[in-house]
Structure formats: structure tokens, C-alpha cells
């Protein structure tokens, strides 16, 4: 540029405006008046648009018409976005009138804002320009955690964002409710301990058995020395009003369809030393998921690390799957607001119906579909109101529904242990959503017999 300056001179004017003092200050055109004077120009053509005003009205004017000038120049970066947003946000301009005047999205400005709340995440998008204001602002959320922005940098950049950011929050809320579970423990006068360990003594009572072959309750065994209590995670269905759902297949007339994969805060109350308080082990074994099942006092080192590698796994598989499943309904949801079906849908419709037919017959993927597509599911038998706006759809709209519906029935049927069972209807159902654009999560793709995404250092 300094070059052609050298060569050309200022080819497009200068905006400018004129200060109180008389002076000439620059509102558009920065690079241009710098480059020349590098270049040595002695004059450059300029054009006063007005006098300068500097009380609040003047200042958001002046930031809205750079923004502009910038934004269809060549277009601003995210960490000048969130400047200029902080900035108008700070002389009072509202975020509805951020986003009127600037022509950005309440979804953006919403973000800009968050990210100006945080100096990291701040100091992220100036860093990393791969993020985005949604990810921008999630770096500002978890702003207290270095280790949890790290992973969502790297995610960001691998295209695993949503679903380790989800991951993240599931997490969170996990430890707030454990937390919060503990005290309850604590204040009602109960010794609250660490999660036994396939090294420590600790036996929960329903396991417990007397030296008189009785089986103490969880209020006998209060009297006993080693009665504590640690907080474990239950997973289970749970319906949109918090309440226990079914744990089987039959129907659950509390939301069919609405139901989700919870875990919740429980208490386990345990002996920390059933020998030495009179106690055995009605289980005898280890517990730990091994073929042979080996006594805890029989087991070897390296069968006790295996032990805890396989329950640490499935553990950790099931919470990832957990999270997985609010990332891809989400992505359902973006999906079904198409106003067309993609390329490859007829063929996707017809292998389902010829190898999964049976899926479509279920109450719960058809009230997915209904909320996917945001109609009411009501509470018995198949959506009503959802055969209505199929009957008024055009061809190309009922095409995405049918799609919508298919894949509402092969998502109802997921269960988190398809990333060991690894039936076929889940493998075709998330390779499909693969193809649409779904980017998969590593426990996904366990269920699709596919290795872990690579991931940068």
C-alpha cells in the first residue's frame, strides 16, 4: 500500500471532521493517512464531512459509521466486533439498538457483550481468530476454569466445539449438585466421604450382611461406627418437570418422547470397614465388571487397574454420551427449520423404511418429531397436531418433515450404551447425520465403529 501511495497518492479521499480547536481529525482512512506518511506525500486529498461532537450521541454516531465503513470494507474481525459493541453498550445504547444500527444479529451482540465481560475471553478473540462470538462467549463462561478454556480453544479448532463445550456444562452442574447433595449429607449429621475406590474398604449397606445373616437397612446401620455416606451419580429418565421417568421400554404417559437421559445427585450410604463393625459382603466380589468377577482380596494389581480402567470408561462413555445427545437434538432442531430436504434424503427414507421400518411405529420418536418441529406432542397416543401441519405442508416442506420424523424415530431409539452395543440402526442413523453435517463426537463415533478425531496439540 505504501507503495502505491508512493507511486499514486491518496486515490480515494480521506473522511475527516473538524474538531472544536479547528483541527482536522480523521474518521475514515486511517491506513491511507499513515501510508502516506511513510511515503513522504505532502498533501493528501480530504473531505470535512462536519464538526466533531464528543457528548455521547456524537461518540455511538461515530462508532456505528466506522463499524459500517469497516464491515463492508472488508469486513471487521470478531475481537473488533466486540469492541465496538462494548464500547456502544458502555454510552448506553441498548442491545436491540446495537443490533438495529449496526445490522448485526441480537444473537452476535448478545455474545459481544458476554466476551466483554471477560479480559480472557477478550484476549481469546484477538488471539484465536478461528473463534467465533458463540464460542467467544462460551470461553467467557468458563473464564474462572484455564483448563476448560484450553479444551474449548482446541476444540474450536477441531471442530469438536459443541459438544465438548456441552460436555463442560453437564459437568458443572454435576459438581453443583454433588456439592449441594454433600451438604445436605453434612447438615443433617452424616460423615460424608470421598467415592470408594476398588482399594478401599468401603461397602454400601444393601450389600451388607450381619454376623447373624441379617441384612441391616440404611437405619440400623446409623448406629454403626462406619456409617457414612458418599454422593454418586444415578443416571435415569427423568420427564421436562424434573420427575423420575420410566426405566423400562413400556410407555411413560408423563411425556413420551420428552423424556431425557439425566444424571442426578444421590446419596450411597456405606460401612468404611465392614470387617472390623461385623459385616461381610454378600456380594463377595469385586464388582467391577471383569468376566471371572475375582474376590477383592484375590485380585492382582494389574486386574485392579484393569477393573478401574473399564468401570473409569464406562462411566466417563456414558456422561459423554449424555452430553452428545443434547448437542445432536439441538442440531436436529437447526435442521428441521430448513425450508427443504437435503440432497440424499428419498434414498436415506427408503433404506429406513427397508432395514428400520419398525422404528417408526414408536410413540416417543413421534413426539421428537413433533418438538423438532416445534408443534405440541400432547400426551397420549401419536401427535395430532403434528398430522395436521404434515397435511398443509407444500411437497418440498413434507419432504423435510418426513426426513424430521424419520430421524425423530431413529433418535428416540438411541440408548447410551450403543457406543458398546453398536447396533446397525444407530451406525446408519449417526453416519447419515454425519453426512448432513453433524460433526460427531468420539463417543458417537465408538458407536459407529469409527476411531477418535485426531486431535491437535
Request: glycine content about 8%; overall charge negative; hydrophobic content about 40%.
Amino acid at each position: 500500500m505504501v507503495a502505491s501511495v508512493t507511486e499514486h497518492g491518496v486515490l480515494v479521499p480521506i473522511v475527516a471532521v473538524r474538531t472544536a480547536h479547528g483541527e482536522v481529525r480523521v474518521r475514515m482512512g486511517h491506513r491511507r493517512t499513515l501510508a502516506a506518511i511513510e511515503a513522504g506525500r505532502a498533501t493528501v486529498p480530504v473531505v470535512v464531512v462536519a464538526d466533531e461532537t464528543s457528548d455521547d450521541a456524537g461518540t455511538v454516531h461515530r462508532l456505528v459509521t466506522q463499524w459500517a465503513e469497516n464491515e463492508h470494507r472488508a469486513g471487521l474481525s470478531n475481537a473488533e466486533r466486540v469492541d465496538v459493541i462494548g464500547q456502544l453498550s458502555a454510552f448506553g445504547t441498548s442491545p436491540t439498538q446495537i443490533a438495529r444500527r449496526t445490522r448485526a444479529s441480537r444473537a452476535d451482540v448478545t455474545a459481544a457483550l458476554a466476551v466483554t465481560a471477560s479480559e480472557l475471553a477478550r484476549k481469546a478473540t484477538v488471539r484465536y481468530d478461528f473463534l467465533d462470538l458463540a464460542q467467544a462467549a462460551t470461553v467467557a463462561e468458563f473464564d474462572t476454569d484455564p483448563d476448560a478454556v484450553q479444551a474449548l480453544v482446541v476444540a474450536a479448532r477441531d471442530g469438536r466445539f459443541d459438544h465438548v463445550s456441552q460436555r463442560l456444562r453437564d459437568e458443572r452442574t454435576a459438581a453443583a449438585d454433588r456439592a449441594a447433595a454433600a451438604d445436605q449429607l453434612r447438615e443433617a449429621g452424616l460423615r460424608v466421604i470421598d467415592p470408594p475406590t476398588t482399594d478401599t474398604l468401603s461397602l454400601p449397606v444393601h450389600r451388607l450382611v450381619n454376623a447373624d445373616g441379617a441384612r441391616p437397612t440404611v437405619e440400623d446401620h446409623r448406629e454403626c461406627p462406619g456409617h457414612a455416606a458418599y454422593v454418586a451419580d444415578r443416571h435415569g429418565w427423568v420427564t421436562p418437570d424434573g420427575e423420575p421417568g420410566s426405566d423400562g421400554d413400556e410407555e411413560d404417559t408423563r411425556g413420551v418422547g420428552e423424556r431425557q437421559w439425566r444424571v442426578s445427585a444421590v446419596p450411597v450410604f456405606v460401612c468404611t470397614d465392614p470387617a472390623a463393625h461385623g459385616h461381610r459382603d454378600s456380594w463377595g466380589t469385586s464388582g467391577g465388571g471383569t468376566a471371572d468377577r475375582v474376590p477383592v482380596d484375590q485380585m492382582t494389581d494389574a486386574q485392579r487397574e484393569a477393573a478401574r480402567d473399564e468401570r473409569r470408561d464406562v462411566v466417563e462413555s456414558n456422561k459423554a454420551w449424555g452430553s452428545a445427545e443434547t448437542v445432536r437434538r439441538e442440531w436436529l432442531r437447526g435442521l428441521a427449520c430448513r425450508k427443504s430436504a437435503p440432497k440424499g434424503t428419498a434414498t436415506f427414507v427408503a433404506v429406513a423404511l427397508a432395514r428400520d421400518g419398525d422404528l417408526l411405529a414408536d410413540v416417543g420418536g413421534n413426539h421428537l418429531a413433533a418438538d423438532l418441529l416445534g408443534v405440541p406432542s400432547g400426551a397420549y397416543g401419536r401427535s395430532v397436531e403434528l398430522a395436521a401441519v404434515v397435511d398443509k405442508a407444500t411437497d418440498a416442506r413434507a419432504l423435510l418433515m418426513t426426513l424430521v420424523m424419520v430421524l425423530a424415530a431413529y433418535e428416540g431409539r438411541t440408548d447410551r450404551n450403543d457406543w458398546r452395543s453398536r447396533r446397525a440402526s444407530t451406525g446408519r442413523y449417526l453416519t447419515h447425520l454425519q453426512g448432513l453435517g453433524y460433526a460427531l463426537a468420539d463417543v458417537e463415533r465408538r458407536a459407529c465403529c469409527l476411531d477418535p478425531q485426531p486431535s491437535t496439540d
